[in-house]
């Protein structure tokens, strides 16, 4: 086994919504294999042995793929590495001897619960708002009588693969929430059975994520930078896109 | 109590049919004065939420997570089966219906499984005009592979992450029900509790991970859909939270556990590389239509895989399994990896691993049409390497990625170390025909259950389950319940159920955190893992099955004395919340191995080594064995009950893959 790893860590820690937060410092030993997650249990453990109560943060599925961990790392949502989220950022990724900063995702839209633990139930309400197809169970056709260019479903797929996590929002000075939005609603606008509802739609999204108290876009692209699926910086404009023209249509 | 599996009379191929256009219905008003609530939202839960709240039922709805989009079905890669025959290569119905069953290897029921596969073609339309953006060729039209255990190419799937995009379909319908007031929504809540009153289910006491506080919840009826139980094993596939808690509390209050010892192991996961490691990671199956799994042909072979010649290669599988190859099912593949490391081939650091190999057809299968399509004769190695490596990034990509990111090793390059993992349940709450427990009014699905998938699941199969009980099967036979409850009115939380089975959670978290001792539940979990992974594992054995049992005893024994849960109950606090769960799992485990212990023969992922082949595959004992084992909860022990298998429509034979 590789040689362990002495790291230094700055952690924010806050009771709970209401209470202010600071950092505190811990020091851990790391094997470069490790996960960032796995490197925080192993903290964790270190301050339950300790008496002390561990750091609470968001985590799941652990092969970045279920959007639930959620730190920002060095000023970094989901850290120094492209294209991947904290569960799949390995220790190997820095070095020995490294003072490591971590935050809690940092935006109006998402209160801090505790510690590094945000509540992103903002982005739920977006959804229910209008990311979907109104369709129920039963109604459908048979699926291959709705052909779809491979392209365009190929698009679509990729603007599809958020999972919403919400570093995007973290990235933003201004808290934005295009990203996410603009990913839902390229995916569900460029399909034929999406577009029925397409106005409506982006018109309901939008208002819903303006009242959750995200910013607007300055087009900086911080949020495509640390997007940890690379969804790219178009589907804001694909957003605008459709925004405008429904809104023109009278929506 | 006797079993009643209610399987409608008939030919298998019409029971479902009929059954449907016979069964009582509840009309659309009668529907919005009736309250469901629904445990859980992978595939199952959120499917099933969307589709009841569809028809006009008032639908409570519950996760642990933060969102109902994160539950573990977004995990799920490959993709999902479905009897279309759109690659006229000879499916249908009947023949998923068969593969299944046999893949199972004939512990699961005929009728559940023909209607399964009679479901499956209904599930992609629903999920094509939900927006889900399926894998499409160059026409237009669905693309298609194929899995393990079977001979046809009927998988759907959307690269790499197909759970994430059928789950965000349900997801999506889930929230458009929410917005319309029909579905309320209660995330980082977590079941603790069912509520009887005379004999039916209630209800539920959630708590609320954020506050800490229990909740009560009525509802005419209860779906769980809380998925398996992997994670008892502590290294497994699932997520961090996956958990039995629900399912056991229910098993407590009533319901039966149905073949609580069949485990899926699965063969392609990303080998354990340190004992700080939290979880395991799959490699999809569908890596297996591209991938040729192999070790040297001599034993602690210490060269770089690229070093070693063609023809000091073992592909032990296509060696073995000539008309399935690489493509056998997960158990036979599991066992298979483990017959060579055990026999001394394995590779890697730990000599637990076997290699998954895609050079091949990069080269030859996609290489050479890439070539071809571009009119260059005769393509050097470079140029098969370079078009093929597109095709299998486009198939696989995120995979690969995700592989790189763990090991640090490039997969397009070198071959992938792989070894098995427990990755799936088979076993779960015992349901009848209408997917309900033995617990009136309550029902399980998806995972959860324990109906469709024998002793060992068929790839891609487990998405085609979760959707087929939620969107097309529980919608109708609900009705067969609730129609006889229009005239319940709903109940007062303040009923005396309530009370009691709130103070009885209260109790058992206060007890929890009164130990007070100096052990983390992370570290109880870690060893009740080890002793499941050794001794109710891939391979089972009478003598390690009664030593597991003892130990788990003196493991539990040690928990409820020494663990330590730090903080306080009425606030966010994940070490509560995970020391109730491997409470639960400290009791699951000893029952798995009470299950494995009875069960005298080996079939699918239930390996028993004193019962095997000469050729060390599976032996089954049909004549003593072909039952479900169903588990009644007695307290500190438990009470078989055994529903007899019946096939009426499937020639029983040696399962063979040769």
């Not at chain 2, 237009?140 to 379909?169: D, H, I, P």
């Not at chain 2, 596939?237 to 039995?244: H, I, R």
């Not at chain 2, 057809?361 to 070539?371: D, I, L, P, S, W």
């Not at chain 2, 399509?373 to 198939?395: C, H, Q, S």
């Amino acid at each position: 086994m590789s040689k362990l790893m002495k790291l230094h860590l700055k952690v924010w820690r806050q009771k709970n919504t209401e209470s202010a937060g600071n950092f505190e410092d811990y020091k851990v030993d790391a094997s470069p294999d490790m996960s960032f997650l796995e490197m925080f249990d192993v903290l964790n453990e270190q301050l339950i042995e300790t008496g002390k109560e561990p750091v609470a943060f968001d985590h799941d599925c652990r092969e970045g793929i279920c959007g639930m961990c959620s730190m920002v790392i060095d000023g970094r949502p989901h850290g120094p590495k492209q294209g991947v989220t904290t569960c799949q950022l390995h220790m190997r990724s820095f070095n020995d001897g490294d003072t490591i900063t971590v935050e809690p995702w940092r935006a109006n839209g998402f209160p801090v619960i505790k510690d590094l633990t945000v509540n992103r139930s903002a982005f739920d309400r977006i959804i229910a708002s209008g990311g979907f197809i109104s369709t129920n169970a039963g109604n459908a056709v048979d699926a291959n009588s709705i052909l779809v260019p491979k392209e365009i479903a190929d698009e679509a797929f990729e603007a599809a693969t958020c999972i919403g996590c919400g570093a995007c929002v973290s990235a933003c000075k201004n808290a934005s929430a295009m990203l996410f939005v603009g990913a839902k609603v390229t995916q569900l606008s460029m399909l034929p059975q999406g577009k029925p509802e397409r106005q409506s739609r982006v018109v309901a999204m939008v208002n819903q994520m303006d009242a959750e108290g995200f910013g607007a876009c300055t087009n900086t692209g911080a949020c495509a930078a640390e997007c940890p699926k690379q969804i790219p910086l178009s589907v804001i404009a694909t957003l605008n896109r459709e925004y405008i023209s429904a809104k023109m249509n009278g929506k | 109590m006797t079993l009643e599996s209610k399987i409608p009379t008939g030919n298998v191929a019409d029971k479902w049919t009929q059954y449907k256009s016979s069964i009582p219905l509840v009309n659309p008003a009668n529907k919005r004065q009736l309250e469901i609530i629904v445990v859980g939202t992978g595939l199952a839960g959120a499917s099933a939420a969307a589709t009841l709240a569809e028809m006009g039922y008032k639908v409570k709805a519950f996760c642990f997570q933060d969102s109902p989009r994160r539950a573990h079905s977004i995990a799920a890669q490959g993709g999902i089966n479905a009897a279309k025959n759109y690659q006229n290569d000879g499916d249908s119905v009947h023949r998923l219906f068969y593969d299944t069953i046999k893949g199972g290897d004939y512990r699961a029921r005929e009728a559940n499984v023909h209607r399964l596969a009679e479901c499956s073609t209904s599930i992609i339309d629903q999920c094509v005009a939900q927006g889900v953006p399926f894998a499409r060729e160059y026409g237009g039209m669905l693309s298609n592979r194929s899995f393990g255990g079977t001979q046809v190419q009927r998988t759907f799937y959307a690269a790499g992450q197909t759970g994430q995009q059928l789950l965000l379909g349900a997801y999506s319908g889930l929230e458009r029900q929410v917005g319309l007031g029909n579905v309320k929504m209660y995330a980082r809540h977590e079941m603790v509790e069912v509520v009887k009153i005379d004999g039916k289910a209630r209800g539920i006491i959630a708590r609320d991970l954020v506050s800490g506080k229990l909740e009560r919840h009525f509802g005419h009826a209860v779906l769980l859909c809380t998925g398996g139980y992997g994670n008892v094993f502590y290294l497994s596939t699932n997520a961090m939270g996956s958990n039995v808690t629900a399912a056991w509390k229910a098993h407590k209050a009533g319901a039966y556990f149905g073949n609580p010892c069949f485990t899926q192991i699965h063969p392609t996961c990303i080998p354990v590389s340190g004992h700080y490691q939290s979880k395991l990671t799959l490699m999809s199956e569908s890596l297996r239509n591209d991938g040729r799994i192999w070790v040297p042909t001599k034993q602690n072979d210490e060269r770089h895989p690229n070093d070693i010649p063609e023809d000091e290669r073992d592909y032990y599988l296509e060696r073995r399994y000539p008309a399935f190859g690489n493509l056998v099912p997960r158990d036979i593949a599991s066992r298979a990896a483990k017959e060579r490391c055990d026999a001394g081939y394995g590779v890697g650091q730990s000599k637990m691993a076997v290699y998954l190999d895609f050079k091949y057809n990069m080269m030859q299968r996609y290489g050479r049409t890439e070539a071809s399509k571009l009119n260059i004769a005769n393509p050097d190695d470079e140029t098969l390497t370079r078009l093929g490596k597109e095709v299998v990034k486009e198939k696989y990509g995120n995979l690969f990625d995700m592989y790189k990111q763990i090991t640090d090793e490039n997969p397009y390059e070198t071959p992938m170390r792989i070894y098995p993992a427990v990755h799936y349940t088979m076993g779960g709450l015992w349901v009848d025909y209408d997917l309900m427990t033995t617990v009136p009014g309550m029902y399980a699905l998806g995972e959860a259950n324990f109906s469709d998938h024998g002793a060992n699941r068929l790839g891609a199969s487990a998405l085609m389950q979760g959707l087929a009980d939620g969107y097309f099967v529980i919608p109708i036979t609900i009705g067969n319940y609730l129609n006889k409850e229009i005239h319940t009115k709903p109940m007062s939380t303040d009923h005396e159920a309530f009370v009691a089975a709130e103070n009885a959670a209260n109790e058992r978290i206060k007890h929890l955190m009164g130990i007070q001792g100096t052990r983390s539940v992370e570290s109880y979990h870690r060893e009740l893992g080890l002793i499941m992974w050794n001794k109710c594992g891939m391979a089972r054995s009478e003598k390690g099955l009664k030593e597991a049992i003892a130990e788990i005893q003196a493991l539990r024994a040690d928990f409820y004395k020494n663990v330590r849960i730090p903080g306080s109950i009425n606030e966010f606090n994940p070490e509560l919340d995970k020391a109730g769960r491997v409470a639960d799992f400290l009791e699951l485990g000893e029952l798995m191995c009470v299950d494995a212990l009875d069960r005298n023969e080996s079939c699918g992922g239930h390996f028993r080594e004193e019962f095997q082949t000469e050729e060390g595959e599976a032996l089954r004992d049909d004549e003593n064995y072909m039952y479900v084992s169903a588990w009644e909860s007695k307290g500190d022990s438990w009470e078989l009950h055994k529903e007899e298998l019946k096939y009426e429509n499937i020639k029983i034979q040696q399962r063979s893959y040769k």
